[in-house]
């Protein structure tokens, strides 16, 4: 009865337009019961129309529906190819409007009638809901609702891009929207993976722009349709929010770098990093950050140990550079996805603070700051040093100080006493002077980090040295600093009665360090030194000490290293 076509989206520059009062066709009684509000284009000659219709004789009885066959009627009008009744009848109609359009025999099927269903002249009463209507001279039709301030990048032809949307039929009903699926609609653009009128919608747009897209039905999915949800010859309108964007051949972006003035050295392959990071994707939406755990990420770059864009990104940065990455997905976690946190496809911005790095070969760093021009005596090992010293991290932040306290810090050099590090920027030094140290992890406190330590930081230790006393090799409380008596015992047997009671003994090492023929261990009180002494040389604890008891520690050292041969 109707001839049948079907469409999907019309794409033309729509005007608004006022609906007129029901007007009278020829002989055809319109009767326009519903008007939408917003009415953007009127049915005319030469255009496709689809509606839905229940045709009845004047009584009311039902002949025909749409409704009931579940598919609604498509028809090019103006061309002779439906009744004529309803060729007039449909002019200048809006979609979703409904009119009661009544026909008089000669505009239907006159004298002859149409089979067994319609007897000759007879009224028709159509019932119609207009859904949908285009041109063959239509566009695609784009209006952009929201674009971002900034936008540095638009879609172009074999572009990626990730977008929500939502779809609707030209009369509003919706078919499909990636929202309920919670997940974007992820495609190449201008390659043939979308609808025609797609592929045109989303060119030029920025990420974060919101855009409508009307798309004429043969730019969509034409006679065909697709599925239940989309009719042959459908109108489609998206309203497409754009997530990101890439282009396969996108290498690693750097923007916003700032460098400190006073960098001197830049990242390679094999160092081991601490950055700050928020990561987000590209319409602003944070997936992660270093910040919310108050810790850095800690890693050895250009080994494969994180993503390859940020292995690319962080080669040749300095200590407390800024800068922001710009990922695509084929450097970072590519079609897969990371879990629930990443989507498939995603391209990642990261806003990065490098903190500090260093090279597992990298030794203790030392920069005199001042020397006194009087330096005749330095450190080394063993000696009792007292100093003043502020602790830091790379980038300044504040660990440890000495003048926090009421007291110097002293410590015996190569005694284990501090960290390895601050061992070695110990010695050397004259009284006065001051160095910066600077200190690798695997000098210092290591991955394991200590308390107000982070793990595998650098420390850069500001020290004073104020004083420091000559020590004693490990294992010795005295040394001579001449020779010693050719006979010790006799020395020190000062009343001649052959035997040193620990009082005896106790003058006669006051003695030789006031003179300044020995020393004694620095750290321990004098007390200390001679009670044990005294107790090593007192081997059967009766409280003297008698010839055959008495042996330097040189003859015990030696006596050791032979029985230890004999095994």
């Not at 009744?83 to 008089?104: F, H, S, W, Y």
């Not at 080994?303 to 084929?330: F, K, N, S, T, W």
């Not at 930081?457 to 001449?482: C, H, N, R, T």
């Amino acid at each position: 009865m109707f001839c049948c076509c079907f469409a999907l989206f019309l794409l033309t520059t729509w005007s608004s337009v006022e609906c007129n009062p029901s007007p009278v066709l020829g002989d055809v009684v319109v009767d326009r019961y519903f008007i939408p509000e917003v009415c953007v284009r009127e049915s005319k000659s030469g255009d496709m129309v689809r509606y839905h219709y229940n045709a009845t004789f004047v009584d009311g009885k039902t002949f025909d529906s749409s409704h009931q066959r579940g598919e609604a009627k498509v028809g090019l009008l103006g061309e002779g190819r439906l009744i004529a009744g309803i060729d007039k009848g449909l002019q200048g109609m809006c979609v979703n409007e409904r009119r009661r359009i009544t026909v008089p025999p000669h505009l239907a099927y006159g004298s002859t009638g149409a089979g067994d269903v319609i007897p000759p002249d007879t009224t028709l009463v159509f019932d119609i809901q207009l859904l949908d209507l285009w041109n063959k001279a239509d566009l695609v039709v784009t209006k952009t609702i929201s674009t971002p301030k900034d936008c540095k990048r638009s879609v172009m032809r074999t572009d990626f891009v990730r977008y929500h949307f939502n779809g609707t039929l030209l009369d509003g009903t919706v078919f499909d929207s990636s929202y309920t699926k919670k997940q974007t609609h992820d495609s190449l653009v201008g390659e043939g993976w979308l609808i025609k009128g797609m592929d045109e919608g989303l060119l030029g747009m920025c990420v974060g722009e919101s855009r409508h897209i009307v798309i004429p039905p043969f730019k969509a999915y034409g006679e065909k349709g697709s599925g239940k949800e989309i009719p042959s010859q459908a109108t489609l309108v998206f309203d497409v929010l754009l997530v990101d964007i890439h282009n396969p051949k996108d290498n690693v972006t750097i923007d916003d770098q700032v460098v400190p003035e006073s960098c001197t050295r830049r990242t390679i392959v094999g160092d081991y990093v601490r950055y700050h990071y928020n990561g987000s994707f590209m319409n602003g939406v944070t997936f992660d950050s270093s910040y919310q755990r108050n810790s850095t990420y800690n890693t050895y770059i250009g080994m494969g140990y994180v993503i390859p864009g940020m292995d690319q990104a962080l080669l040749g940065v300095c200590i407390g550079e800024r800068r922001r990455v710009i990922i695509p997905p084929h450097l970072a976690y590519g079609e897969q996805g990371a879990g629930d946190v990443i989507p498939p496809s995603a391209v990642l911005v990261f806003d990065i603070h490098v903190i500090d790095f260093h090279n597992p070969n990298d030794t203790v760093d030392i920069k005199i700051l001042h020397k006194p021009e009087l330096c005749n005596d330095t450190t080394e090992v063993n000696d009792f040093v007292h100093y003043h010293y502020n602790c830091t991290l790379m980038d300044g932040t504040p660990l440890f100080s000495s003048h926090d306290y009421d007291n110097l810090q002293d410590a015996v050099i190569g005694a284990d006493k501090v960290i390895d590090g601050l061992d070695v920027g110990l010695r050397g030094m004259c009284v006065g002077e001051r160095r910066l140290v600077t200190v690798p992890p695997h000098l210092g406190h290591g991955e394991k980090g200590a308390t107000g330590v982070p793990s595998s930081a650098v420390l850069v230790f500001d020290i004073e040295l104020m004083s420091f006393e000559k020590g004693v090799p490990p294992g010795y409380l005295f040394v001579w600093l001449q020779d010693s008596p050719a006979d010790l015992f006799a020395a020190l047997d000062i009343d001649k009665n052959q035997e040193v009671p620990q009082e005896e003994f106790g003058e006669f090492i006051k003695l030789q360090v006031a003179e300044g023929k020995g020393r004694i261990k620095p750290g321990l009180t004098m007390e200390q030194v001679i009670t044990d002494m005294f107790n090593n040389q007192d081997r059967n604890k009766d409280g003297l000490i008698k010839a055959e008891e008495l042996k330097l520690k040189v003859q015990e050292d030696k006596e050791r290293e032979e029985a230890h041969d004999e095994l």
